[in-house]
């Protein structure tokens, strides 16, 4: 009786047999799949089929688009020299001119010195309506909006943030300098002056003034969005403030009389104005206290509204 042959040993320096991937596996995958995931095909029963991200998913919000756009406004150079410009102009020129005063032993009579800090706020919301209107129309002149509403499709969302951005930013920029030249003109010519400024008229030329600016703001970021064009913003922009003190200056006719003493009232420098009156000055006519404030707030509202609908309704 015979015994069966039995097969022969594979030699010892044979090769290994590498480990094959898992069935549906790609060939170039790795051996064994991430743990956060599945390969595709090869998940769980019940579970999803594909490859699932560890990296949590959620529905954006208007604090994420805030986030976004505090981003940009301070990551842009545009900011940082507006704003600069801003700051040396109203600070620059209220410190002159208390130092003029002070060392020409003139006397401010019955005006406060508060006041004198009207000069370099006038000629500081160039640079306010420079960055509002630079806010949306830079992104419209690069094409950087495309990126924005591909990223929020919520364009309401989008304006909201901007607006939110730029109005805080730009009200605490301004309260901060209009506070500091009011501290020094009134430590600097207080003695000159017969008016002691009140509480109310301290909070008028801080915080309304700051208001005032930054509502003004709001009014070329609307601008900025009706128009999508830097240079033709700030031109509309620099006309709105101008332009009715200028023209109200050559109405010289009797008939137009009331046409020019209105232009003249409610031009922006004139409004501006009465945020540094105080008790002592005599105004019977045009805006006074805080009606200012109340006028831009509606003129500012009206524009945005209109740049909302434009935003939604008109092609990136």
Request: aromatic share 8%; net charge neutral; hydrophobic share 50%.
């Amino acid at each position: 009786m015979t015994t069966p042959q039995q097969p022969p040993a594979p030699p010892q320096n044979a090769p290994q047999h590498p480990q094959q991937a898992p069935q549906g596996a790609p060939a170039y995958a790795p051996q064994h799949a991430p743990q956060a995931g599945y390969w595709p095909g090869q998940a769980p029963a019940g579970g999803p089929v594909g490859y699932v991200s560890p990296i949590p998913i959620r529905r954006a919000t208007l604090a994420d688009a805030l986030l976004s756009e505090w981003t940009k406004i301070r990551s842009v150079r545009s900011t940082m020299w507006t704003l600069g410009v801003m700051i040396l102009l109203v600070v620059g020129i209220g410190l002159l001119i208390a130092v003029a005063y002070s060392s020409t032993n003139s006397s401010l009579e019955h005006t406060s010195p508060l006041s004198l800090g009207f000069f370099g706020i006038l000629l500081g919301i160039v640079c306010v309506i420079t960055l509002g209107v630079l806010t949306i129309s830079s992104e419209y002149g690069t094409g950087l909006i495309r990126t924005t509403l591909t990223a929020c499709p919520n364009r309401g969302r989008v304006l909201t943030a901007k607006a939110v951005v730029f109005f805080l930013l730009t009200f605490v920029i301004t309260l901060v300098s209009t506070v500091m030249v009011a501290m020094v003109d009134v430590a600097m010519l207080g003695d000159r002056s017969a008016v002691e400024p009140s509480g109310a008229e301290w909070l008028r030329a801080t915080v309304g003034v700051s208001l005032y600016v930054a509502t003004l703001g709001l009014l070329a970021l609307a601008v900025g969005t009706l128009l999508r064009h830097s240079a033709g913003a700030i031109t509309v922009m620099l006309g709105v403030v101008l332009l009715p003190l200028v023209i109200a200056m050559f109405m010289m006719g009797e008939t137009l009389e009331g046409l020019r003493k209105a232009l003249f009232q409610y031009s922006i420098p004139n409004q501006m104005s009465a945020f540094y009156t105080s008790a002592a000055d005599a105004v019977t006519e045009g805006p006074t206290g805080w009606d200012p404030l109340w006028i831009m707030l509606g003129v500012a509202a009206a524009a945005l509204a209109g740049a909302y609908a434009s935003l939604l309704r008109r092609d990136a």
